[in-house]
Structures are given as C-alpha cells and as structure tokens.
Nanobody
Framework: QVQLVESGGGLVQAGGSLRLSCAAS????????MGWFRQAPGKEREGVSC????????YYADSVKGRFTISKDNAKKMVYLEMNGLKPEDTAVYYC???????????????????WGQGTQVTVSS
C-alpha cells in the first residue's frame, strides 16, 4: 500500500509561485501514474495534472496549462507541482494521488486513482 504526503502549500500573492511536493512510500513510482487534484470550498475535487509512471507523458487541465509544471523523481519517490502565475482561483486544497489513468488523458478522473494524500492548502490572495 502506497502512502502519500504532500507539502509546500502556503499563502502567496497573485502572480506568485509555489512548489508542491508529494513524497511516496511503498512501491516504486515507475509502477503507476501520479496525479494532482485540487478542491476549493464548496466545489468538486478536480484534476489538475498527471504524469505517467515513466515520466514521459503528462496532462494539464486547461485552467493551469502554461502555468503549472509536473515532474517526478522516481529514485527519490517524489512528485512535484511547480505553480507559477498563481491566481486567486487557484486557491484550494491540493492532493496528490496514485493511479492508472490511460494516456493521452482528456480529463483527469478521480475514479482512476486509488491512493490519496492528506492534502496541502494553497491560498492565493488578490
């Protein structure tokens, strides 16, 4: 059973940057894809980005394309989400998750992911 722990959230002004990290324990990261989701108060959890087991394929939601970058270090069992040009609408709790979505991904689905971290809060002030 893989366990995930997110870190790196915080309060930032609009236009600023944050780098989220997700530490995984258990099986090697190359065995499955890693995704980032977010959930704002009163809203559904939405898929933000995903990277394949090999790291060769990625997905970004339209709302973050060009601003966020996902990466992974399989040897360290770490996944990162570099977030630039942050907007107030990016405010949410961000979760990392492991799963087996099929690439290319048209929309990131919660049902494709089995293990979840506890989340890290990102707040962007205007």
């Amino acid at each position: 059973q893989v366990q995930l722990v997110e870190s790196g959230g915080g309060l930032v002004q609009a236009g600023g940057s944050l780098r989220l990290s997700c530490a995984a324990s258990g099986r090697t990261l190359s065995s499955y894809a890693m995704g980032w989701f977010r959930q704002a108060p009163g809203k559904e959890r939405e898929g933000v980005s995903c990277i394949s087991g090999s790291g060769g394929s990625t997905y970004y939601a339209d709302s973050v394309k060009g601003r966020f970058t996902i990466s992974k270090d399989n040897a360290k069992k770490m996944v990162y989400l570099e977030m630039n040009g942050l907007k107030p609408e990016d405010t949410a709790v961000y979760y990392c998750a492991t799963g087996w979505p099929r690439f290319p991904i048209s929309k990131l689905e919660r049902s494709d992911f089995a293990a979840w971290g506890q989340g890290t809060q990102v707040t962007v002030s205007s």
